[in-house]
C-alpha cells in the first residue's frame, strides 16, 4: 500500500527555471516531512525537511511547501542548474512507526543547460 | 569523518543462495536502518535496529534477517534468493533513534540470477 505519491515521474527543465515536485500522503498520522537527492550510484542525501506546523521552510534555492489540510507537500528548486539533475524522493515519517520513512516513487530531474 | 560505509559495493548471485551485507555507520551513531531500493523506485524499509536491538520491521518475509554488533555495524542477510531481490540494498545510520536525521551509505547493488 502506496502511503506516499508523488508526481511526475520525470521533469525537465531549463537552466535557470523553476522545478516543482509535488507529494500527496494519506497516514495523518505522519509528521516529519524529508525530501532526498539521489545520483546514480550513491545513496539518497537529505536536501531540506519540514513538520507539520510550519507551511513554508526555504534553504537556498530549495523550498517545501507544506499543506496541511490537504495532506499535500512540495518541492520548488528556484534557478535550477545542471548540478541538480539527479532523482528526488519525498518521504514521510510517523511518531508511532519509529524511524521507519515512507518514500516516493521518485522524480527524475533534468535541467538542460 | 567517514559517512556510512557499505559492503560489498557489488554482489551477484544465483537463486536460491544466501547473502550477507555489511554495514558500518557514521562514528558515534547508534542506529542502523536497512532499505531495499527496487530500481525505478523509491527505498522500502526492512528492518531498524537500536543499541542492538530491533526496533522496526518492514513488510519482508522471514528470508531477510538482520543483527546489530556491539560497536554498532550491522550485517543484513537474505536467505533462499529470489529473482526479486534483486536491488540496492541502502544502510541509514542514525545517532539515536526516531527523531534523528538519517544519514544513507552508497548502498550494495545485489544481482540475482
Known amino acids: 500500500q502506496q502511503q506516499v505519491k508523488q508526481s511526475p515521474q520525470s521533469l525537465i527543465v531549463q537552466k535557470g527555471g523553476i522545478s516543482i515536485i509535488n507529494c500527496a500522503y494519506e497516514?495523518?498520522?505522519?509528521?516529519?516531512f524529508p525530501w532526498y537527492q539521489q545520483f546514480p550510484g550513491k545513496g539518497p542525501a537529505l536536501l531540506i525537511a519540514i513538520r507539520p506546523d510550519v507551511s513554508e521552510k526555504k534553504e537556498g534555492r530549495f523550498t517545501i511547501s507544506f499543506n496541511k489540510s490537504a495532506k499535500q507537500f512540495s518541492l520548488h528548486i528556484m534557478d535550477s542548474q545542471p548540478g541538480d539533475s539527479a532523482t528526488y524522493f519525498c518521504?514521510?515519517?510517523?511518531?508511532?512507526?519509529?524511524?521507519?520513512?515512507?518514500f516516493g516513487e521518485g522524480t527524475q530531474l533534468t535541467v538542460n543547460p | 569523518d567517514a559517512g556510512v560505509t557499505q559492503s560489498p559495493t557489488h554482489l551477484i548471485k544465483t537463486r536460491g543462495q544466501q547473502v550477507t551485507l555489511r554495514c558500518s555507520p557514521i562514528s558515534g551513531h547508534k542506529s542502523v536502518s536497512w532499505y531495499q531500493q527496487v530500481l525505478g523506485q523509491g527505498p522500502q524499509f526492512i528492518f531498524q535496529y537500536y543499541e542492538k536491538e530491533e526496533r522496526g520491521r518492514g513488510n519482508f518475509p522471514d528470508r531477510f534477517s538482520a543483527r546489530q554488533f556491539p560497536n554498532y555495524s550491522s550485517e543484513l542477510n537474505v536467505n533462499a534468493l529470489l529473482l526479486g531481490d534483486s536491488a540496492l540494498y541502502l544502510c541509514?545510520?542514525?545517532?539515536?533513534?526516531?527523531?534523528?536525521?538519517?544519514?544513507f551509505g552508497p548502498g550494495t547493488r545485489l544481482t540475482v540470477l
Open positions: 541509514a545510520s542514525q545517532y539515536r533513534g526516531t527523531t534523528d536525521t538519517q544519514y
Open positions: 518521504a514521510a515519517r510517523g511518531e508511532t512507526s519509529g524511524s521507519r520513512l515512507t
Open positions: 497516514n495523518t498520522a505522519f509528521d516529519y
